[in-house]
């Protein structure tokens, strides 16, 4: 775990912490055996992510990717994605998934920021944070308006069914009631909503999630505010790291010359029916 002033939270222990994590919303559902974790989203998507696959025996993976297949489709899933970290098993789950029909999508970056240096003394990425630009944690329904308002022009997704917006909505009002905190932002140019993202703080972690700024107001500052933004708020709230999936060729870069570290990839494949 390292000595006394160095950086305790090595490669091994940051794939621990990713391999916990999950996106479960509202009214999904979640079957988990221990050869895999498998969670349904309802709604318009209707998708199936499967994490944490871990099959040793070679003469029963195909049966768990039917079962897991099976069951996706049974809960009226359009498809199936799977979630690839270093732990998974078998080694070549990638290759098998492609010859069953599943594309891989595109790449992503596991980044980890400490908000610790070497000598245990507090840091934060530096970034540059225009006057007209700001973010902030949703607390209002007015904020929280925005928040959803740019799902759209953001990310270019159908808007999710009623009972889903209903399960969102309540959660955001439950949360803020309980803990004063959200998890979610949204970054402004004076009072326009130009873009969002999200933070869950799980002990000594932060996980970004969901970064996103409207195509006209990139490269302006508004992504830095954003990141810069949630790690003052993580480590407020006793994180330790942020932890982040950024795309390669993207938002990894901005990341990186700001004191990301990379700990290493993850594959993503995907089916739809």
């Known amino acids: 775990m390292g000595t006394p002033g160095t950086n305790v939270w090595d490669d091994r222990r940051v794939w621990e912490a990713m391999a916990e994590w999950r996106w479960i919303p509202p009214s999904s559902r979640r079957f988990t055996t221990d050869r895999y974790d498998l969670i349904v989203t309802p709604g318009s998507y209707s998708m199936t992510t499967v994490y944490g696959f871990l099959v040793e025996d070679p003469e029963k993976v195909d049966d768990a ?22 732990t998974a ?15 891989a999508l595109d790449e992503v970056e596991v980044l980890v920021c400490d908000f610790r240096d070497e000598s245990g003394r507090p840091r934060l990425p530096e970034f540059p944070l225009p006057a007209e630009i700001s973010a902030r944690e949703v607390r209002s329904d007015a904020d929280y308006a925005a928040f959803v308002g740019l799902n759209a022009p953001i990310w270019d997704s159908p808007d999710p069914p009623a009972e889903v917006r209903r399960g969102l909505e309540a959660e955001f009002r439950k949360r803020v009631a309980d803990t ?8 402004w140019q004076g009072s326009l909503p130009i873009g969002h993202g999200g933070l869950e703080v799980v002990g000594p972690v932060a996980r970004f999630w969901g970064s996103g700024i409207l195509p006209a107001y990139r490269n302006r ?23 982040v999936t950024a795309r390669i060729g993207t938002s990894g870069p901005i990341l990186k010359r700001r004191g990301f570290r990379v700990v290493g990839p993850i594959r993503n494949f995907e089916v739809r029916w």
């Open 89 to 103: 098993r078998p080694l070549d789950l990638g290759e098998r998934l492609d010859r069953r029909g599943y594309l």
């Open 65 to 86: 990717l039917d079962e897991v297949e099976g069951l996706a489709r049974s809960n009226q899933a359009t498809g199936t994605r799977f979630q690839i970290l270093p």
């Open 180 to 187: 004063g905190h959200s998890g979610r932002y949204v970054v």
């Open 221 to 243: 500052g508004a992504y830095g505010a954003l990141v810069r933004t949630r790690c003052e708020d993580a480590a407020g709230q006793g994180a330790e790291i942020a932890l």
